[in-house]
């Protein structure tokens, strides 16, 4: 069975250009998570879709941004406009339904670089 | 204060001696603790998963809950060479996982 599929696995823009990410989870997983680790700092939480639902995106960094999951299956996050602290690595990771968080399976990332 | 604190090394060890990490957290609500293992370049792999006060043993790694401490850790016995790697602890709330900034760990042949 495929994992967590992300694309591109890279992805170098220049600033102001608009970059669209996508993540394709586990088949049968309906919770889909975004995470962001900018180079030297931790991995954080962007969003969470539960199917096709925002379940939270406290995590979004600023309107720029903008996570999609028509259907509850692939999801795609959008930057629009790149800016260059927006450079980092974008995981996506997908879980099965339950009360618990269970542990997330990930995606390889994409590497944003915005230059 | 960080929501998720680990020390970020790099921590050093000799290879078949014990690594140990350590992760203490914020939030007492929390619920379930992970441990991933990052290679450079690659996506976090979970090694261990702990829910309940205690160890949980698998294998070469025992997950250590100490939750009115608010502290997990991992050991890692025997370790090897390939064992080098970045280990993120997680902790999860409901849905929303937190990392910590992970712990390199060097393991020296």
């Known amino acids: 069975e495929a994992g967590v599929t992300q694309f591109p696995s890279h992805s170098v823009i220049e600033k102001g250009q608009t970059v669209t990410l996508r993540c394709d989870p586990i088949s049968g997983h309906d919770n889909l998570y975004w995470y962001r680790r900018v180079m030297g700092k931790e991995i954080k939480f962007l969003l969470h879709f539960v199917k096709e639902s925002k379940q939270d995106e406290s995590g979004m960094p600023n309107n720029r941004f903008l996570a999609e999951r028509t259907g509850g299956t692939y999801s795609t996050l959008k930057v629009q406009p790149a800016e260059l602290e927006d450079s980092g690595v974008y995981f996506c990771?997908?879980?099965?339904?339950?009360?618990?968080?269970?542990?997330?399976?990930f995606g390889q990332g994409t590497r944003l670089t915005v230059v | 204060q960080k929501e998720v604190e680990q020390n970020s090394g790099p921590l050093s060890v000799p290879e078949g001696a014990i690594a140990s990490l350590n992760c203490t957290y914020s939030?007492?609500?929390?619920?379930?603790f992970f441990w991933y293992r990052q290679y450079s370049g690659k996506s976090p792999e979970l090694i261990m998963f702990i829910y309940s006060n205690g160890d949980k043993e698998d294998g070469r790694f025992t997950a250590q809950l100490n939750k009115a401490s608010q502290y997990v850790s991992l050991l890692i016995r025997d370790s090897q060479p390939s064992d080098s790697a970045t280990y993120l602890c997680?902790?999860?709330?409901?849905?929303?996982?937190?990392f910590g900034a992970g712990t390199r760990l060097f393991v020296k042949a």
């Open positions: 997680a902790v999860s709330g409901g849905f929303k996982t937190i």
């Open positions: 939030d007492r609500g929390s619920q379930s």
């Open positions: 990771a997908s879980s099965l339904q339950g009360a618990l968080s269970t542990e997330a399976f």
